[in-house]
């Protein structure tokens, strides 16, 4: 029997209403159905709703059409067992890394000493010890976005939201950055759903990858990637390649059409 | 050491020169009396208890005032970027305010408040005022609304929000409002002090040059000089030290 799902979309609209010009409809009857632990991937062209989508269930922005459901409970604002990473850090820049993963802890009102020891274990476990006391300023892109998935993953939310995480850093950095989020995933699975528009990105973290159609956003397909992501060679793994190739198919049209409405 | 020395050098030689063209009669000793005069004046001043009795007075209207425009300035700002109906109620009140030539409300102020430091402490609250809620409204308007969104992800209500990311968000620009409005104090003090006061820089300037007494006049313009001067070197070196997160890399 199939467990039921943790993150319920269900029947999702939305309109983009830009300060100038014309809305537009940037999610269109979007559903999609979660189950505990699972990575999800939302994989489309910019400009097809992922990020508006993940926003939404976030509680970032209003649902206006449809409903979002987390746990059997609608989704109604921002709350502890959702957090977010953004492709830009958004890490506080006025307090030290450890500042910035104290936080959460403070908002859910952990105790002093418990919360010192559990900001120094999350700092660890995402490789930045040595750089508890350092600025955001002071930090490459990479650094940062490890803090910032230090910050999130500290408060423990069931759910991680994952924005284009490491879409502002360079391929060397966003190659180690996928190992070492399978890694952390795989010690203390979590579910998660991650926003990209890299193929072998998706393919490579997620156990599912939900293909979204440009303008207006909806989910075309979602193709399974669930396979042993340890391999040491899993870049020339026949699956791997395949499902690149199949995903790469479907995302190609997509993106040929994002570009031909833009340039209309 | 040395190197603030070398910094200040071109003072020292501003001031051998003022001597010598007061003392070689370049220009006539009323327009500019020697600096050695004006030094002598200031002590005699000091010692008689007329410059310190002023110096508070003045100072205690500036402190009122600007004090009053910081904080008041600060929440108008702020609330001005976070709620929308306020931005609409106060935003065409503070453009039509903004070049209002402040000095223009010395009379007014004098009506409403009398010839004492209530007059004065309104005028620089008045005129301090603008530089602040501009400072503090770009400044939280400008806030991000990722670190906004991160910060409610993780249990922070609206109100706390404003408090951990929309202050601190504001501070680089609020920090800059407040220094304009440093400056513009003393400016306001002065020229209110000048035209109706019975103490304060402005008047003893004004009194000491009805009276002849040129030498004590330069050296309380040259007291307000660097009182103005310190002020804003020490409002920096605070700044510097807040802002340290920004500095750093």
């Not at chain 1, 006025?94 to 910035?100: A, F, I, Q, S």
């Not at chain 1, 926003?195 to 075309?220: C, F, N, W």
């Not at chain 1, 699956?239 to 479907?250: A, H, M, P, Q, S």
């Not at chain 2, 307000?224 to 001067?229: C, E, H, K, S, T």
């Amino acid at each position: 029997m199939q467990e039921p799902a943790q993150i319920v979309v269900d029947h999702i609209s939305h309109l983009y209403r830009p300060p100038r010009g014309r809305e537009v409809l940037a999610l269109d009857a979007v559903s999609l159905e979660v189950r505990q632990s699972e990575f999800i991937a939302l994989l489309g062209p910019s400009g097809c709703g992922k990020s508006t989508l993940l926003y939404l269930i976030g509680g970032f922005l209003p649902v206006e059409k449809g409903e979002i459901r987390v746990d059997g409970k609608a989704v109604a604002g921002p709350g502890p067992d959702r957090g977010i990473v953004f492709q830009h850090f958004a890490l506080f820049p006025w307090k030290t890394v450890r500042g910035n993963v104290l936080y959460g802890l403070e908002r859910q009102g952990m105790p002093k000493p418990e919360r010192e020891k559990r900001a120094m274990d999350f700092i660890e476990l995402v490789g930045l010890h040595g750089f508890e006391d350092s600025y955001p300023s002071q930090l490459s892109g990479g650094m940062k976005q490890r803090a910032a998935i230090a910050r999130t993953l500290a408060f423990d939310p069931k759910i991680l939201l994952m924005d284009e995480p490491f879409g502002a850093l360079d391929a060397q950095t966003r190659g180690l950055m996928q190992m070492e989020l399978l890694r952390i995933w795989q010690s203390r699975p979590k579910t998660v759903i991650f926003v990209t528009h890299d193929v072998q990105e998706a393919v490579y973290l997620a156990d599912r990858v939900a293909v979204m159609s440009a303008r207006p956003g909806r989910i075309k397909t979602i193709v399974d990637t669930k396979f042993d992501k340890n391999d040491p060679d899993i870049f020339k793994n026949k699956f791997f390649v395949e499902k690149v190739d199949e995903i790469w198919n479907l995302v190609k049209d997509e993106a040929i059409k994002a570009q031909g409405t833009r340039s209309a | 050491m040395t190197k603030t020395f070398i910094r200040y050098l071109p003072l020292l030689l501003l001031a051998v020169v003022w001597e010598m063209a007061a003392r070689l009669g370049w220009v006539s000793s009323t327009a500019l009396p020697p600096l050695t005069d004006v030094v002598r004046a200031w002590v005699d001043m000091l010692f008689d208890g007329e410059l310190l009795r002023n110096s508070a007075s003045s100072l205690y209207r500036i402190i009122g005032g600007l004090g009053l425009s910081i904080v008041i300035g600060t929440v108008l700002g702020i609330s001005m970027a976070w709620w929308k109906p306020v931005n609409v109620l106060l935003a065409p009140i503070v453009e039509i305010f903004y070049p209002v030539p402040k000095s223009a409300l010395i009379p007014v102020t004098v009506i409403w408040l009398g010839y004492g430091d209530g007059s004065k402490i309104l005028l620089i609250f008045l005129g301090c005022m603008v530089p602040v809620t501009i400072g503090a409204f770009n400044g939280a308007r400008a806030s991000e609304q990722v670190m906004v969104w991160s910060a409610r992800s993780m249990g922070a209500s609206k109100l706390r929000v404003l408090w951990d990311v929309v202050m601190p968000g504001a501070m680089p620009e609020l920090l800059n409002g407040i220094r304009t409005a440093l400056a513009l104090s003393f400016i306001l003090l002065v020229s209110s002090e000048l035209i109706v006061a019975q103490k304060g820089f402005g008047y003893l300037i004004g009194s000491l040059g009805a009276g002849g007494s040129y030498d004590a006049m330069y050296a309380v313009v040259l007291t307000v000089a660097f009182l103005g001067f310190a002020a804003d070197r020490i409002y920096l070196a605070i700044t510097r030290r807040t802002l340290a997160w920004r500095a750093m890399s």
